[in-house]
């Protein structure tokens, strides 16, 4: 990356910064990327160790002296009192008062909204007067007891850019190869670009490499780059979701714990005031499934607004901002996509509700990204943060280039329906600002833009599909018409070969056309009730991993008791209350399918108090059972080992835990998976299963 180096700062002079030093100095100073790398770049321009070690003590001192933390703002106001003047980082605001016919500026942790400011600073700085901008900012205070105000602007330096050139940047782009600006566009933000192409053995086999990874991050900025973008990933922990739109662009906002009101996001009626989408290029969700609705119109007008950029709340409100969704899924994927009763939208809210899936416009698959260390940090140049941030808020607010591009050379197919083609569209768009500023990419790029926006749409499609019986959302084979006039279908990796995705409700219509089918049906009767279920039975090995889901009895045992009149379960260990609740969990799914008039339980013990400990319940059980027209015998053995059930149908299934192989919930009640076992994580076991 040396080359790549030495040709950044000769293109970009000036607006270029070493990556690995804001890593190393963040961990002492916590204060946004943006303004480390702007000290950095006065401090340590230098490639001598010597003087960048100096450098790095000066730009911790100067934060220490000069940065304004908000809980320090009546120290920070005592010391301009008391020594005359100080100065300060922080963001500085202006606004002009009508009724006094004069500007106050404002700094956020100040605590001030009355410093006086002359003309020549908001007139060189117009972001000043557009929702503020970070500066070094020299107070000092007014000893004039009559004047009407305490401190005011004695010298200010802006941190962020003054002015921008868009046209500059779309030149410098020009200079690069794709692969060189996609590596660029990754180290700006601190990446380590030859980690991705060259991946270490531990995750070599387990995550992509190469440009589909290095898409995966980069996908994480379209929602800086493109205006009413609703963007969701969901992922691991510790995989730098949250990062992008806390740290990177001064124009996102981080909502932390999921929390948001109508007032605070939307529209506030009492103060007659826009929320945060009036303010922000975009406001991201943190702990999407942890998310918080405090008022019930809240989902509601989030759907207005997500659909087409307005909302009515007792005014219509037009605004820009994206919506990012980020937050946390712990199950197995491929446990997902092969359940016919869950999908990747497991951890959502309850309030997401189709409405809202709907207008997704992209889901990055976060699980294909690894989690963050210090090998993924670049030691490389990258653009300054604040010079980077400034060209993405400009494509934010300028799309007739890029969709003129995307009008002229995208083609779509039939499957592809209203918001399917607004989703894509928006996607494109967006990734053509991000690695094609200025420029119109090949054929083959293109088509590769085209194919990574419709993956991500389709993924979205398919989760509503699962969740809807009809055919609402079934034309999931999203496609496009290449330069050759080829339709191409789009699949998503994960999902591709995964039957209970791609038609969630096969087994259904093979049942129900049997019986329709059937000779001894006619127009005048009924529709038998049918138990649905896995048609064919084979004989396999069903592996679980420790921590996977989607193994609930339901899941594993269903189709095997289905036609078993008799039942007998063979298990050592029915001793304790939770073994109790795995029977009767077991139990409960025998009754609901109706078969079964006979149950025998054979189970161990440690003792002879024990032993009649046990049976004090298991006869309370049968009682129960018995009025359910089943007969549940119980009998015991000091000499069982193996774990079996085995059905008057001739099927059987060796369970290398038994009915056990549950994780404990530690004492915590109040998580999923308390009462869907599909959804508790699993202890690493066996079940095999064999016709006698």
């Known amino acids: 990356?040396?080359?790549?180096?030495?040709?950044?700062?000769?293109?970009?002079?000036?607006?270029?910064?070493?990556?690995?030093?804001?890593?190393?100095?963040?961990?002492?100073?916590?204060?946004?990327?943006?303004?480390?790398?702007?000290?950095?770049?006065?401090?340590?321009?230098?490639?001598?160790?010597?003087?960048?070690?100096?450098?790095?003590?000066?730009?911790?001192?100067?934060?220490?002296?000069?940065?304004?933390?908000?809980?320090?703002?009546?120290?920070?106001?005592?010391?301009?009192?008391?020594?005359?003047?100080?100065?300060?980082?922080?963001?500085?605001?202006?606004?002009?008062?009508?009724?006094?016919?004069?500007?106050?500026?404002?700094?956020?942790?100040?605590?001030?909204?009355?410093?006086?400011?002359?003309?020549?600073?908001?007139?060189?700085?117009?972001?000043?007067?557009?929702?503020?901008?970070?500066?070094?900012?020299?107070?000092?205070?007014?000893?004039?007891?009559?004047?009407?105000?305490?401190?005011?602007?004695?010298?200010?330096r802006p941190i962020q850019l003054s002015k921008f050139n868009i046209e500059l940047y779309y030149k410098g782009r020009k200079q690069f190869t794709s692969d060189e600006w996609l590596n660029i566009m990754l180290m700006s933000v601190g990446l380590n670009p030859e980690i991705m192409d060259n991946p270490p053995a531990e995750i070599k086999n387990k995550f992509p490499s190469g440009t589909r990874m290095k898409m995966h991050f980069l996908a994480r900025l379209i929602p800086l780059v493109q205006n009413n973008f609703n963007y969701i990933e969901l992922g691991p922990r510790g995989t730098g979701k949250s990062f992008f739109y806390s740290e990177f662009s001064p124009y996102s906002t981080l909502l932390s714990g999921g929390q948001a009101s109508t007032a605070t996001l939307l529209y506030n009626n009492s103060r007659?005031?826009?929320?945060?989408?009036?303010?922000?290029?975009?406001?991201?969700?943190?702990?999407?499934?942890?998310?918080?609705?405090?008022?019930?119109?809240?989902?509601?007008?989030?759907?207005?607004?997500?659909?087409?950029?307005?909302?009515?709340?007792?005014?219509?409100?037009?605004?820009n901002a994206s919506f990012s969704f980020v937050g946390n899924i712990d199950f197995s994927i491929q446990q997902l996509v092969n359940s016919y009763e869950h999908d990747l939208f497991v951890t959502l809210p309850k309030a997401f509700d189709l409405a809202i899936q709907d207008r997704f416009f992209f889901f990055l698959p976060g699980w294909e990204i690894p989690k963050m260390d210090n090998k993924f940090y670049t030691q490389n140049f990258g653009l300054i943060t604040d010079y980077m941030a400034e060209a993405f808020h400009y494509m934010f607010k300028h799309n007739s280039d890029y969709v003129d591009i995307v009008n002229r050379r995208l083609k779509l197919g039939s499957s592809v329906q209203g918001r399917d083609e607004l989703a894509i569209r928006k996607t494109v768009a967006a990734l053509l600002k991000i690695l094609y500023p200025g420029i119109e990419p090949s054929d083959d790029e293109f088509n590769n833009i085209i194919e990574y926006a419709i993956e991500g749409r389709r993924r979205v499609k398919e989760q509503m599909n699962k969740r809807k019986p009809d055919d609402e959302f079934a034309l999931i084979n999203l496609s496009y018409i290449n330069e050759k006039g080829e339709e191409i279908v789009v699949y998503c990796p994960e999902s591709k070969n995964a039957a209970a995705t791609q038609n969630p409700r096969k087994e259904d219509e093979k049942i129900i056309a049997a019986i329709i089918d059937s000779?001894?049906?006619?127009?005048?009767?009924?529709?038998?009730?049918?138990?649905?279920?896995?048609?064919?039975?084979?004989?396999?090995?069903?592996?679980?991993?420790?921590?996977?889901?989607?193994?609930?009895?339901?899941?594993?045992?269903?189709?095997?008791?289905?036609?078993?009149?008799?039942?007998?379960?063979?298990?050592?260990?029915?001793?304790?209350?939770?073994?109790?609740?795995n029977l009767l969990r077991l139990l409960e799914l025998i009754v609901k399918i109706g078969d079964c008039k006979k149950i025998t339980l054979t189970t161990g013990f440690d003792d002879i108090e024990q032993k009649e400990e046990i049976a004090n319940v298991l006869q309370q059980i049968a009682d129960n059972l018995f009025e359910h027209e089943i007969e549940f015998r119980f009998q015991f053995s000091e000499t069982l080992h193996d774990r079996e059930i085995k059905f008057s149908n001739g099927w059987g299934i060796k369970m290398g835990r038994g009915l056990d192989y549950f994780q404990s919930l530690s004492g915590n009640y109040f998580q999923i998976g308390v009462n869907d076992m599909d959804l508790r994580p699993c202890l690493e076991t066996n079940f095999d299963y064999y016709k006698s």
Not at 288 to 305: A, C, E, L, P, R
């Open 519 to 581: 000779p001894k049906l006619n127009s005048l009767t009924s529709v038998p009730e049918v138990k649905l279920g896995n048609v064919e039975l084979n004989e396999k090995r069903v592996k679980v991993y420790y921590g996977d889901v989607g193994y609930g009895y339901e899941t594993l045992f269903k189709d095997y008791l289905i036609g078993a009149v008799e039942v007998n379960i063979e298990d050592p260990y029915i001793r304790k209350n939770h073994q109790f609740s």
């Open 272 to 319: 007659n005031k826009v929320g945060a989408v009036g303010f922000w290029d975009n406001v991201a969700f943190d702990e999407v499934g942890n998310m918080k609705i405090k008022d019930s119109d809240t989902i509601q007008i989030m759907k207005d607004y997500m659909a087409n950029g307005r909302f009515s709340r007792g005014r219509e409100v037009i605004a």
């Open 1 to 156: 990356m040396e080359n790549l180096d030495n040709k950044l700062n000769d293109i970009f002079p000036g607006k270029v910064v070493r990556k690995d030093l804001v890593h190393q100095i963040k961990k002492a100073a916590n204060v946004p990327s943006f303004v480390l790398e702007f000290l950095l770049s006065k401090y340590c321009a230098s490639n001598d160790p010597q003087e960048i070690e100096y450098g790095k003590k000066a730009v911790l001192e100067v934060v220490e002296n000069n940065y304004v933390r908000p809980d320090e703002a009546n120290m920070a106001q005592s010391k301009v009192q008391q020594n005359g003047r100080h100065k300060f980082i922080d963001k500085v605001h202006v606004n002009y008062k009508e009724s006094e016919r004069r500007h106050w500026a404002e700094m956020e942790n100040f605590n001030s909204k009355r410093i006086a400011i002359n003309e020549k600073f908001y007139k060189e700085n117009e972001k000043l007067l557009e929702g503020g901008m970070w500066a070094e900012i020299t107070i000092a205070h007014n000893d004039v007891e009559e004047d009407d105000y305490a401190f005011y602007v004695e010298d200010l």
